[in-house]
Structures are given as structure tokens and as C-alpha cells.
């Protein structure tokens, strides 16, 4: 083919269908989307951001340590700094997402690390995982927070663990304090939360938790008492000390009595969210005695009216029948002698608690008829000693059946009387204060420093090796029985004045039992202090005829 000349070219443009995207820019793109969307999921997973204030952060690490609950981590820590105050130390935290409904203001915070005190000892593992901040919440939810101020020590206990709460009030704190124990039938319930001063400053709060299944024991009418320390008394069984646990001895300790009048009511933990207010009483009997002391109702209050002295008998103290406490003294007065020179009258007001009699009901006239009945039958008030050291007296009601016929006359006002018997206190405190002071004259100190020094004696000669290998020390030996034969004289002699003063003291006894009541406490205790001394002068009338017959017998043992 041949172009012609003269004849120009010409070459047409046509333009393009669409715009084309080459799949290499595709790849980068997908690339940039993934990498967000792997953000925007690590964003929403990685949970909240909040601050916990403490007052230092020994032990704490950015970004080693974890924030656990019941030994699972719930979050790690992210950074310490300075708070705004340049006093306190603010620890921002990074906490799982699934716990944020749980972080409210209820939720508390605080710093696990080696603890030893005399109740417990915790957190040693930190010893080698390090610290770490352990988070607390109850089983409901609140709003949500992302600020908190930490416990600068543990909690005692858990706000989820089952139990129930009572506030105790005591006039002072005593050896109580936080961690202190609360037992229940000697076994640990419990725990003092926290210990504070009342706001009018008069008293002292306690708040104790009871821990569960022991809070199915709390009643409204429970008992509190203080057990700190150690508790003795003297009675007639002897000396009596009562220690609660070596923890309460240490740290002190709150025990619970639960008296039958106090089943009687639901327990405090059927009711949801229930909480009691108690007296911490300083003892058991004092406890015991304000279940008695604290019952105040008019309609079972009766007037007696006692001829001489009523020195000792003071508001509170016991009214007993049969040996038992059925009520208090409420008050108690002197009245001057219409006739001048006779014995002043003493007015005393008895507050009886019908349920201690078995009156349930609360019925007022059943039972001032049942106390009508008593009289008629011979039921008198008689002043007794309540105790002999300190000289108080108390109201004991017997029954005299040779007595004179009497009513409970429901006329005398303002309440109904009942009629007394003679008093004769201050006989029997002279006849006791002559038993007492026999008992001291006897020679007790010399003669036990006697066979003490007679047993020290006969050892060192029996328990010497050196007795038959050395005959050397035969005059020395002999001399030290010569010694033991003096000292065996010695107690000899002082035997007969011992027993003389015994058989004294017991016949004292045997008087002061003369005209009083066989139903009455101090006529119980006389009668057994009489027999114990008598007891006691038979046998070493025993020991004496037999050391006259065996002078030998302290040596030898037989």
C-alpha cells in the first residue's frame, strides 16, 4: 500500500470508558482497616482507667502489679504519681472490663503485703511475688466510679461474706480493739470491726460483725460481755478463774450469752439487712445481772418494810427465792421511828420479773395472786449477807411455815407489802467476824515453813551420793537429822494449837447457824464452812495421834 503524497495523516482520540483502581492500592487499604478494627476491639476489651489515692504505694509497681479479688487478677497497675495534694500517692489501674458494673462506692481497695500481729498473720506470699492491691465489693450494684480513696490497712471482713452486724456500746474501751474476737460457747464468731468514740463523747461504739452460721445465735435480747483479761471470784467451790482464749487475753474478746428469755424472738439473721444495738457489759455476771436490773415495771413492785439497820442493802442488789435471782432491789430508804428512841424503819422496793417465777403472760394479777398464795403459806423478806468482805446485803424471800399468819396486804401504798422477818445481819457478822479471825490466829505460816524446811531437810540427806561413799560426811549428815528431828518437834507442838483453834471456829459456826433461816444462802455456806472445819480438826487430830506413835514417819514417808 502506498501513501500518497499531499495527503495528511490524521490520528483520532477517543476518550476512555471509566476509571480503573489497580488491585496493588487494594491491599494497603485492607491492611490500614484491619489494623483499626484490631484497635477499636483492643480499646472496648481493655476495660476502665481509675485512680485509687493512698497514702504511700510501698511495694507498687507499674506494670507488674496485679489487682486481684479471691486470688484472680481483675486488673494491673499503669502508673504512680504524686497526688494533687504532694502528700498522698495516686495509683491509676487498668481494670477488667467485666468487673466495671461491680466499681462503685461501696468498692474498697487496699495494699496486700506481710502482716504479723498477735491475732493474725497474712500476706507472706508477697514475700516473694511482691505486693499487690486486692478489691472488695458487695452483691450489689451501684454507679459506677473510676475514683477511690484506699484502705491504708485489710478489712476484717469481707463485704460479701454472710453474717450479720450489731453496733455494741460500752462506757470505755477496755482492752477492745479492732480484730479483737467475739466468741460464741468459746468458739470464735466473730470479729470487731471497728472501734470509735460516740459523738457526745459519754461512751464508746464498737461495730462487730457475726459471722455465719454463728449469727443464727444473735437474738434482739442477746448478751455482750467483755472477756479481756482473766476473770476470778471466790465461792463456795473454792477459787475460780476463767480465761476466754490466750487470743482474748492478748488482744481482748467480747463473748455472747444468750439467757431463755432471749430465744423466745426470732434470731437477728431471719430478718434481711438486720442490725441491733447491745450493751457491752464489763463481765458475764453483770451481763446476766442487767437481764434482771434492767426489767422496770411498776405493776411488779412490792414494798417491805425491815425494823433496825439497812446499811449494805443498795439499789440493784439481788432478790432471791430458793436460791434463785427473781428480781432487784429497786430502791431503798430510811423512814424515822414515830416513837422517839425505837429503831428507825427501813423502807426497801422490790422489782419482781414475773417470767423468773413462771408468769409468761404478763398478767399483773395472776401474779400478785401467786405471790398472795406464797404469803399465806408463810413467804417472808429477810435481809441477807450478800457478802461478807464488803459487808453488802441483799432481800431473800422464804418461806417460814411456823411464822405468824400473814396477807400481802394490797392496801399499803404506793405498792402492795409483803411481810419480813427480824433482821439479825449484825449478829451474824460479829459471829462471822469471830470465824475469820480464829482462822487467822491459826499457825498456818509457821507450820508449813516447818515441813517445808523439814522436807528440804530429808532431800538433801536421802538425794546426797555423796552419803555412803564418803563417810567423811556422816557428822554432817547427822546433824542435818538432828535439824529435821527439831523441826518435826516444832510442828508437833504447834498441832494441838491448831487443832484447838479448828474445833473453836467450828463451834463459832454452829452458834451463828442458830436462828436463821434453813432456806437462806448465808445459812448454806455457814453450814458447810462448819463441816469443812470440823473435817479438817478431825484429821489432824488423826495426824497428830499418828506422829505420836511414829515420830519417825516425816523421814521415812510412812
Given amino acids: 500500500m502506498q501513501i500518497e503524497e499531499g495527503v495528511e495523516a490524521r490520528v483520532e482520540a477517543r476518550p476512555r470508558s471509566g476509571f480503573r483502581v489497580s488491585l496493588v492500592w487494594l491491599l494497603p487499604l485492607l491492611a490500614v482497616l484491619f489494623a483499626a478494627a484490631v484497635v477499636y476491639q483492643y480499646w472496648q476489651q481493655r476495660g476502665p482507667l481509675i485512680s485509687i489515692q493512698f497514702a504511700s504505694a510501698g511495694g507498687i509497681e507499674p506494670g507488674i502489679t496485679a ?131 460516740g459523738e457526745d463523747g459519754k461512751e464508746v461504739l464498737f461495730d462487730v460483725f457475726i459471722k455465719a452460721p454463728y449469727d443464727r445465735h444473735v437474738y434482739p435480747k442477746s448478751l455482750f460481755y467483755n472477756v479481756s483479761g482473766v476473770e476470778g471470784r471466790l465461792d463456795t467451790e473454792g477459787v475460780v478463774v476463767r480465761v476466754e482464749s490466750v487470743v482474748a487475753l492478748l488482744t481482748g474478746g467480747i463473748g455472747i450469752e444468750n439467757p431463755p428469755e432471749a430465744l423466745m424472738d426470732e434470731p437477728l439473721a431471719s430478718t434481711p439487712d438486720a442490725t441491733g444495738e447491745f450493751r457491752l457489759y464489763e463481765s458475764l455476771k453483770e451481763a446476766t445481772d442487767s437481764f434482771v436490773n434492767d426489767f422496770d415495771d411498776p405493776a411488779y413492785r412490792f414494798s417491805v418494810r425491815f425494823s433496825g439497820s439497812i446499811k449494805g442493802l443498795a439499789p440493784g442488789a439481788p432478790v432471791e427465792y430458793n436460791g434463785l435471782r427473781i428480781g432487784s432491789v429497786s430502791s431503798a430508804a430510811v423512814a424515822l421511828p414515830e416513837t422517839p428512841g425505837a429503831e428507825p424503819i427501813g423502807n426497801v422496793v422490790l422489782q419482781l420479773q414475773p417470767q423468773l417465777l413462771g408468769i409468761v403472760d404478763d398478767d399483773v394479777e395472776a401474779f400478785r395472786d401467786l405471790m398472795d398464795e406464797l404469803v399465806t403459806a408463810g413467804l417472808r423478806a429477810e435481809l441477807a449477807s450478800g457478802n461478807i468482805l464488803t459487808g453488802a446485803l ?165
Avoid: C
Fill in 67 to 197: 489487682v486481684r479479688r479471691n486470688e484472680v487478677v481483675v486488673g494491673r497497675v499503669e502508673a504512680v504519681e504524686l497526688a494533687d495534694d504532694l502528700n498522698s500517692v495516686v495509683i491509676k489501674a487498668r481494670m477488667d472490663p467485666r468487673v466495671e458494673p461491680w466499681l462503685d462506692e461501696d468498692t474498697r481497695f487496699w495494699i496486700v503485703s506481710a502482716h504479723v500481729s498477735a491475732t493474725e498473720i497474712s500476706g507472706l506470699g508477697t514475700l516473694l511475688s511482691g505486693a499487690y492491691l486486692e478489691v472488695d465489693w458487695n452483691d450489689t450494684r451501684g454507679e459506677p466510679r473510676d475514683e477511690f480513696r484506699g484502705l491504708e490497712e485489710a478489712p476484717l471482713v469481707r463485704r460479701s461474706e454472710p453474717g450479720v452486724r450489731v453496733r455494741l456500746k460500752a462506757d470505755d474501751a477496755s482492752f477492745i480493739q479492732p480484730g479483737s474476737p467475739v466468741f460464741y460457747r468459746k468458739m470464735e464468731a466473730g470479729r470487731v470491726e471497728r472501734r470509735r468514740l
Fill in 394 to 558: 441483799m432481800v431473800n424471800l422464804v418461806v417460814e411455815h411456823e411464822a405468824a399468819a400473814a396477807q400481802l396486804d394490797m392496801t399499803h401504798q404506793p405498792y402492795p407489802l409483803i411481810p419480813s422477818l427480824p433482821s439479825n445481819v449484825e449478829a451474824l457478822t460479829a459471829d462471822v467476824e469471830t470465824i475469820v479471825a480464829n482462822l487467822a490466829a491459826l499457825p498456818l505460816d509457821s507450820l508449813v515453813a516447818s515441813i517445808i524446811g523439814l522436807v528440804d531437810d530429808a532431800r538433801g540427806i536421802i538425794g546426797d551420793p555423796a552419803m555412803t561413799a564418803l563417810p567423811g560426811q556422816l557428822g554432817d549428815s547427822l546433824d542435818s537429822l538432828a535439824n529435821a528431828a527439831g523441826r518435826i518437834e516444832d510442828a508437833s507442838e504447834d498441832l494441838p494449837t491448831m487443832l484447838e483453834a479448828l474445833t473453836r471456829a467450828s463451834q463459832n459456826a454452829d452458834v451463828a447457824l442458830q436462828g436463821l433461816s434453813p432456806n437462806s444462802r448465808i445459812y448454806r455456806e455457814l453450814s458447810t464452812t462448819a463441816r469443812e472445819l470440823r473435817q479438817a480438826a478431825r484429821s489432824i487430830a488423826a495426824f497428830a495421834a499418828y506422829l505420836e506413835r511414829n515420830p519417825n514417819a516425816l523421814i521415812t514417808g510412812r
